[in-house]
């Protein structure tokens, strides 16, 4: 049931899944942007992103326009074919 990624032999939640999916196009997003759009409670949301950090597949990044909240974004050394074998 859950996905195994190539790089690094893991096993990742289906809601990791989604929120990979939605990170891999390399834009930088704020928690409330995923929950809104993969359409997932919040909670759910947050141990997604808690998994995706431990294996180091996505970066927090000081967002310089509200210093309240976090941007999440797929980790540069990832290419995107790997991002999406880990999804698939």
């Not at 180091?56 to 509200?66: A, C, G, P, S, Y």
């Amino acid at each position: 049931m859950h996905a195994v990624n190539s790089v690094n032999k893991i096993r990742l939640p289906p809601s990791s899944q989604r929120v990979l999916a939605l990170l891999k196009d390399g834009q930088t997003r704020t928690f409330k942007q995923v929950t809104q759009e993969i359409d997932i409670s919040p909670r759910t949301v947050r141990y997604a992103i808690k998994k995706l950090k431990e294996n180091e597949l996505i970066i927090e990044k000081f967002n310089f326009r509200d210093a309240r909240q976090v941007l999440y974004q797929v980790k540069d050394v990832i290419t995107s074919e790997e991002a999406q074998k880990a999804t698939a």
